[in-house]
């Protein structure tokens, strides 16, 4: 348990007047009054028709948002109770996750899902799917699998999904959806962790859990959900914080768990639950040129680092050998200082501002599908960076 509960008042006293739950969705929310109530409904539906004889609940863990977000739950949610209040701690989505593992908890929870509260494509087979494996006693954790437009998902596609697959050796294609399932036992390891004051409590948190879920060897499977239509955001304007987050917190537990991965060699493919079906994703817009332009105006802030950081200088285009070499450099500098995960990942951000627009490039007029395709070999490229590695150590300055 935490040291301090997660809880505020009202979000304690609706978990303890519901009493008991074997299976609870918990809906992260800040500002959702407009998409909320729908995400409720479809998991209430999905409570309710596919965990029929199961005690129930959903438990809203909200970031003080005075939009009547909380009521849209409770309007939504028809025939499954709700507890829904503000999370105690540091503003973010990740304070409002250890908020579910907390209430969880509470309510003796066997299985917990978790979803955004801005979908818009989340039906009930969602909660069937995410919760199922877990019920079941087949997996101990599960992650999305959804179909992407090729713009969307960059920080999956550029270093979430191909670092943390060479370094853990699963190929958990999203594991940074936003969409989990899992064994309360892991929320209860997931709480126990000292990491609730810094990014975790932030956009940390959805590559937190899954690395913890991987580096403790849980059961991981994936489950297919079709496509994710959420509220959009500008790639080139709103992804810096959230890069430097999950970046950050991927450094820090890499360094962590080095003794869990360093002996890993090559992936093998995880587990998918559910029929995967063909989806046309919407199109997401991207601009290359606007990502090269905000690599160009960054770079001297970072030029020392790099020059620290780094085995040879920067090139041109990075393809994926180059980036595969780059980010193998930058996890070397965090085995060898932990402390400075989050500079380090700071100082990355306009090196992966420059992938994205290389990758962008190369996909121009590629098939989300085909797309596929340069991801793979994007990972592929950390695998064998990660192999040419293991014979000098990982956290070697350079390659001899
Ligand atoms: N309580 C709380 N929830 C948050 C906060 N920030 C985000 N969330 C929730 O976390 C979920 C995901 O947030 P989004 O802003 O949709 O982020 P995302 O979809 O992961 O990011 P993109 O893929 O870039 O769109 C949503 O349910 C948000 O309401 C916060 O500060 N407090
Ligand atoms: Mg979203």
Request: hydrophobic share 45%; with cysteine.
């Amino acid at each position: 348990m935490p040291v301090q509960s997660a809880l505020d008042e009202q979000l304690r006293r609706d978990v303890l007047r519901i009493g008991r739950a074997d299976v609870v969705v918990g809906i992260p929310s800040f500002r959702n009054a407009a998409t909320i109530g729908h995400v409720a409904q479809m998991a209430a539906r999905g409570l309710r028709e596919r965990f029929a004889g199961s005690r129930v609940a959903i438990v809203n863990a909200d970031g003080g948002s005075g939009d009547g977000t909380a009521d849209r739950v409770r309007e939504g949610a028809t025939g499954v109770p709700v507890a829904a209040g503000r999370y105690a701690g540091p503003s973010g989505k990740g304070s409002a996750f250890r908020a579910i593992f907390e209430a969880a908890g509470l309510l003796g929870a066997r299985a917990c899902a978790v979803v955004d509260a801005d979908l818009r494509s989340i039906t009930p087979e969602w909660i069937a799917r995410l919760a199922g494996p877990v019920v079941r006693d087949e997996a101990d954790y599960v992650t999305p699998l959804y179909a992407r437009h090729k713009h969307d998902g960059t920080i999956t596609n550029t270093i979430a999904y191909p670092l943390t697959r060479a370094l853990y050796g699963l190929r958990v294609r999203q594991p940074i959806g936003g969409e989990f399932g899992f064994r309360a036992d892991l929320a209860r390891t997931f709480l126990a962790e000292p990491v609730w004051e810094g990014d975790v409590a932030r956009f940390g948190i959805d590559i937190f859990m899954t690395t913890t879920a991987l580096a403790r060897e849980a059961r991981v499977v994936q489950a297919f959900l079709g496509a994710k239509v959420h509220d959009p955001k500008d790639p080139a304007a709103d992804l810096g914080p959230m890069f430097t987050q999950v970046v950050g917190t991927l450094l820090r537990l890499a360094a962590r768990y080095e003794e869990a991965w360093a002996p890993v060699v090559g992936s093998r493919p995880a587990r998918v639950v559910g029929d995967v079906a063909p989806v046309e994703p919407e199109a997401i817009p991207a601009d290359p040129a606007r990502l090269r332009a905000k690599f160009a105006a960054t770079r001297h802030e970072h030029e020392r680092r790099w020059a620290e950081v780094l085995s040879a200088a920067v090139p041109a285009t990075l393809d994926p050998d180059a980036w595969a070499r780059i980010v193998f450099d930058f996890l070397a500098a965090a085995l060898r200082d932990p402390d400075s995960c989050e500079r380090l990942a700071a100082a990355l951000l306009p090196l992966y501002y420059l992938r994205v627009a290389d990758l962008l490039d190369a996909a121009r007029d590629l098939s989300t599908a085909e797309t596929e395709g340069i991801i793979e070999l994007g990972a592929l490229a950390m695998e064998r960076e990660k192999r040419l590695r293991a014979a000098a150590g990982f956290a070697a300055r350079s390659r001899g």
